[in-house]
């Protein structure tokens, strides 16, 4: 019974429990009880992993209602993928969560941020798991919601102002998406995404289906935080508290780009998204500046979180590079990275989350002698920094060399010395940390810090730790990476 | 003539659009900003609707002698995107309440002195 239902809970269950948390109240009890919903959340999703691993993709029907006319709820290879991510993330994170809002965030909310944590992983896995157009748009927008909420409760005032300007841009993004798939609808008559990509083909020549994938496009890319629709990303990173930057960082932009290849590949197909269209040129010049001006505007930065919010920018710069390259290389980079990111980007937050449950912030001048205080906390930045640079034995240098390949089999030389300029760029920013930490004395009658407590640092360590594994340990991740990019490129006419 | 007044539902929904991106872009009133949001997503209703209307045909109410109907699916879509809207208006205006008592103003330029740099 349960078994044949996994699909649905994997969205039910969390959504379901984000109400609860209201009537528990207590906030060490619904932190205990978010904790448990998220565990079994990641039990569904690798439940579910390895059954599409054993018997092939999973096609659910929402309410017994047979696609195309009801909902469907579809896991394959990418998505069962996905899913694992964004549960684990959610997980981890939540049990980092537990210490970090205790101290961030005043004791009356933090029901609240659970169960807006709750509704943020819910829309998430409902975007990833959904078969059908227009349940992307609800669900991107129950993730956007409690995502704003989320935000506004980081303890600086300017959170408040990040969360508003946020809401904004990521609104006008949906409605964009909104946009696209009504354009898509008149043509079609139908939302179930395997329905759409049956139907597109026979109208694709018109200029409703260009006006579609063009307002799609823009619409994704201000939800992926692509230069210079990045402009949301950097404030609601720094301002918002460190569990909520970190879980964000490693989920929100990476659903956006799962969607992003979904209705390129799946919907429009390579051809007409990359020869009829210019997808890739476009991409392509959005993700250079990325790359170069995301990684020079985070050397000046002296708040850390900001710095790393500024890195992701270029990082997302790499990704999407890597897809407009429309090849199996380009893409497995992409995705490649999509994951490595997630773990190197998540990780580095939460170190930042450690040092900020000590010092109140994270500016330049707190790392003074880090590496003694808090040395576990301060190791882990700067493995997950080495990782951001992309020196070999860890992940970051895994999907940097995918790309540089693909770039160098179509003879782009010129951009293969961009990725290479924004890595050099990556070490002087990373390098001011360092410098900071381990190059300078504590000063005299400051606060003695300590090292972070257990609860943070496990976790932390846990993502850290996963992003050396994966470095070492290479065939896992290249191939579900491989098998997902062969998928969407075959799935093109 | 035909591209104006045969498509003058999609005109109307451009002209709304834009209408509505412009207040967002150019008014620094954070409240103003909300009320051109939500033109912009009232345009996209409008899109909706309307295409859902087929030539000739009635509403989608089954009746004896009625052979063409309207499509009442974007219309039940609307009704989660009018719902969603309603979402995105209630916490920003909540949004706003919270700034105007950390800030004492709405004005984005007098939020933006405060901080320094935003």
Not at chain 1, 53 to 75: K, Q
Request: hydrophobic fraction near 55%; charged fraction near 10%; glycine fraction near 8%.
């Amino acid at each position: 019974m349960i078994s044949n239902n996994l699909p649905a809970l994997q969205i039910v269950l969390p959504l379901i429990s984000a109400p609860l948390c209201l009537i528990l109240f207590r906030p060490k009890l619904v932190w205990f009880f978010t904790m448990v919903i998220c565990l079994a959340t990641l039990g569904i999703s690798v439940e579910l992993l390895s059954a599409v691993v054993n018997t092939g993709a999973i096609s659910y029907e929402m309410g017994n209602w047979a696609p195309p006319w009801g909902i469907e709820l579809r896991v394959d290879e990418v998505s069962s993928f996905v899913l694992l991510i964004v549960s684990l993330i959610g997980a981890i994170v939540i049990l980092y969560a537990g210490k970090s809002v205790e101290r961030e965030i005043a004791p009356h909310k933090q029901t609240l941020f659970y169960s807006a944590y709750l509704l943020c992983l819910a829309g998430l896995l409902g975007i990833v798991i959904t078969g059908d157009a227009f349940n992307v748009f609800v669900f991107l927008e129950i993730s956007s919601l409690s995502t704003y909420t989320l935000v506004s409760l980081g303890n600086d005032r300017r959170a408040l102002t990040a969360a508003f300007q946020y809401l904004i841009m990521g609104t006008l993004g949906a409605t964009f998406i909104l946009i696209g798939i009504g354009l898509m609808y008149m043509m079609t008559g139908t939302l179930n995404i395997q329905d759409l990509a049956g139907r597109i083909p026979d109208v694709l020549d018109t200029r409703t289906i260009r006006a579609s994938i063009a307002f799609l496009t823009v619409g994704i890319c201000l939800k992926l935080a692509l230069f210079p629709l990045h402009l949301w990303l950097p404030n609601s990173y720094a301002y918002a508290p460190s569990a909520v930057s970190a879980f964000l960082s490693a989920t929100a932009t990476k659903v956006a780009i799962y969607v992003l290849l979904r209705f390129v590949f799946i919907i429009f197909g390579v051809t007409f998204a990359f020869e009829v269209m210019p997808m890739g040129t476009v991409l392509m010049l959005m993700s250079i500046p990325a790359i170069l001006i995301g990684s020079t505007v985070a050397i000046f930065q002296q708040n850390i979180k900001r710095l790393l919010a500024y890195s992701s920018v270029a990082q997302i710069g790499y990704m999407i590079l890597g897809i407009s390259l429309a090849s199996v290389t380009g893409i497995t980079s992409g995705i490649l990275h999509l994951f490595n990111h997630a773990l190197m980007k998540g990780g580095l937050f939460l170190a930042l989350g450690g040092i900020a449950y000590h010092m109140g912030a994270a500016r330049i001048e707190h790392f003074k002698g880090l590496g003694q205080t808090m040395p576990w906390t301060m190791a882990a930045i700067v493995v997950g920094g080495l990782s951001l640079i992309g020196v070999p034995l860890t992940v970051g240098f895994i999907s940097k060399w995918y790309l540089v390949l693909a770039t160098l089999e179509q003879g782009y030389w010129p951009i293969a010395v961009v990725v290479l300029v924004g890595s050099l760029l990556a070490v002087i920013y990373m390098w001011k940390l360092v410098e900071a930490a381990y190059f300078n004395k504590v000063d005299e009658g400051e606060v003695v810090v300590k090292e972070a407590p257990l609860q943070l640092l496990i976790p932390t360590w846990l993502l850290i730790g996963a992003s050396l594994y994966f470095g070492i340990h290479t065939e896992l991740t290249i191939d579900a990476a491989q098998k997902a990019a062969e998928m969407l490129m075959g799935a093109g006419r | 003539m035909n591209m104006f007044l045969g498509l003058y539902n999609y005109w109307i929904v451009i002209i709304l659009m834009m209408t509505g991106f412009y207040i967002v872009i150019a008014k620094g009133n954070l409240l103003k900003k909300v009320v051109g949001l939500n033109i912009f997503q009232t345009s996209v209703i409008i899109m909706y609707v309307s295409m859902a209307k087929v030539k000739d045909g009635a509403a989608p109410i089954l009746t004896e002698g009625v052979e063409i109907f309207s499509n009442p699916l974007p219309h039940v879509l609307m009704l989660t995107a009018i719902v969603v809207g309603v979402a995105t208006t209630a916490l920003a205006l909540a949004l706003i309440v919270s700034i105007y008592e950390e800030y004492g103003s709405v004005e984005e330029d007098e939020i933006h002195e405060q901080d320094g740099s935003f």
